[in-house]
């Protein structure tokens, strides 16, 4: 067994009932780091700060793709102010959420068991399953979106060939993921880089040729306002959201403290210009604001710079997309490990590969309900999402608040800056952000995303009643 040192010791209060399953009490409170110099016998690779930007951008950006439609359904002018102003509203305030908590509790799981301390179990559960089923849906959604682009080139893939091209990722993806961080994100790396070839191409050529107004109109010509707004920003949020995910995968990080704000501080400036840039170059170059619609940057990039550039562009839309199913893939299937561990799931999804150190079992889980929704479209899959996404948002921002009131002298290394004011943007920002985006949200997710969500009760209360009969059936079997 490998030397280890006890850096940290926190102690929070377990509202466990006592018929729970016998590992599913409140963090008990033992953070565990390896020493400097200790040996190790671990296989778990972790990623430094070069690789987890990667990673990061890969998850919560990928590049400019899937928002065009934003363009023709809220207007240039009014999509390219939610591209600029969202940030300030939602990214920026959960990722100092992230921040605070990350350095003060470095765990895996992240947010899952920051919701578990600050609340307790139930809400922690709820937490937990409701980001691993809100994966399901975002990489089933990704590695569809991958064979749209793919049909670029190939207009014969359709029904079970388009299932079959998705499916072929999502093994890829998978493979990927059991061998661990380091793997992914070298191929987050590569495919990001690439990805940035044709972007930042395309800017410098679209600002050479800038021959239009790329804020005018506002909002689109006989349109009601509100009806805009609301399509614009459900997709902004949309492009915006998730920099609390990563933490997920906090214990696979060299040094999460510093790590993790560091590259939040690279990544979200990084993600704006990702998105703003390439829509203002091109509606300033083009000024075809209503033919943008989904998949319209190859396109765009094709008017702009020539069929060079457009290829480019649509292999670079490819690439984003297997880089945002990969970094998804990363990120959830820690969550039903960590369910595992604390003993809400079976034990088998506990289990470690043992070479690689990976949740492997989850990780093939998880790709298998990926691949069985990649039967669907990316339009109803990215709408049902954002329900789940945001139910796992607005507790995350509020363990904030529940972690300061239950552990005020819990070493934070960052803080949310501007005290109680700050604590107070931080979460009420993003919730009210939330709430828009959700009234704002197609008939098909006002249908499912509640049920989705109710079904996160069911199986706690399901899981509760066989943790009594478990516990009852010990203590039968204890002799008299």
């Not at 919560?60 to 809220?74: A, C, Q």
């Not at 068991?113 to 809100?134: I, K, P, Q, V």
């Not at 079970?160 to 990722?169: E, P, Y």
């Not at 804020?215 to 959201?241: D, N, T």
Request: with cysteine.
């Amino acid at each position: 067994m490998s030397k280890r040192t006890l850096v940290r010791v926190f102690r929070w209060e377990s509202v466990r009932e006592p018929d729970f399953p016998r590992n599913s009490c409140t963090l008990a409170g033992i953070f565990i780091v390896n020493a400097p110099g200790s040996s190790t016998t671990s296989t778990v690779r972790k990623a430094s700060l070069f690789y987890f930007v990667f990673v990061m951008f890969s998850y919560t950006t990928g590049g400019p793709f899937g928002l065009e439609g934003m363009v023709s359904t809220s207007g240039p002018g009014m999509g390219l102010i939610f591209l600029l102003v969202i940030p300030f509203l939602l990214s920026i305030p959960v990722s100092f959420v992230a921040a605070e908590l990350t350095t003060a509790m470095p765990v895996e799981g992240g947010f899952y068991r920051w919701t578990r301390a600050a609340f307790g179990d139930f809400w922690g559960f709820l937490a937990g399953w409701w980001n691993w089923s809100a994966s399901f849906i975002l990489g089933s959604s990704y590695a569809v979106m991958f064979t749209d682009y793919l049909t670029y080139y190939f207009p014969g893939i359709s029904g079970w060939k388009h299932w079959l091209v998705s499916f072929a990722l999502i093994v890829v993806i998978t493979w990927l993921n059991v061998r661990g961080i380091q793997m992914v994100g070298k191929a987050a790396t590569v495919l990001e880089l690439f990805m940035f070839i044709p972007v930042i191409a395309m800017v410098v050529i679209g600002f050479a040729k800038w021959h239009h107004n790329p804020f005018a109109p506002l909002v689109p010509p006989h349109q009601p306002f509100f009806k805009a707004f609301g399509v614009g920003l459900a997709l902004a949020i949309w492009g915006y959201a998730g920099y609390e995910q990563v933490s997920s995968v906090a214990g696979e990080v060299e040094n999460p403290q510093r790590t993790y704000p560091r590259a939040l501080a690279v990544v979200i400036p990084l993600s704006i210009a990702t998105y703003f840039l390439p829509v203002l170059a091109g509606t300033a170059a083009l000024g075809n604001w209503q033919e943008w619609n989904d998949g319209y940057f190859s396109t765009a990039a094709l008017l702009i710079g020539g069929p060079w550039l457009g290829h480019l562009m649509a292999i670079a839309a490819m690439a984003g997309a297997v880089a945002l199913l990969n970094a998804t893939m990363l990120t959830a299937t820690p969550m039903p490990f960590a369910l595992a561990e604390d003993g809400y799931l079976p034990p088998f999804l506990a289990r470690r590969h043992p070479r690689y150190g990976t949740p492997w079992i989850a990780i093939l889980i998880s790709a298998a309900i990926y691949a069985s929704l990649a039967l669907h479209s990316l339009g109803d899959l990215i709408s049902i999402y954002g329900w789940l996404r945001g139910a796992t948002t607005g507790l995350t921002v509020l363990s904030a608040w529940g972690l300061r009131r239950k552990q005020p002298d819990l070493p934070r290394p960052f803080r949310i800056p501007g005290g109680n004011l700050g604590l107070l943007y931080v979460i009420a920002l993003p919730m009210a952000m939330t709430c828009v985006a959700l009234w704002n949200s197609p008939k098909i997710a006002k249908l499912f995303g509640p049920c989705l969500l109710a079904a996160g009760l069911v199986v706690y209360f399901v899981v509760k009643w066989f943790g009594k009969r478990a516990a009852q059936k010990a203590s039968d079997a204890r002799p008299a």
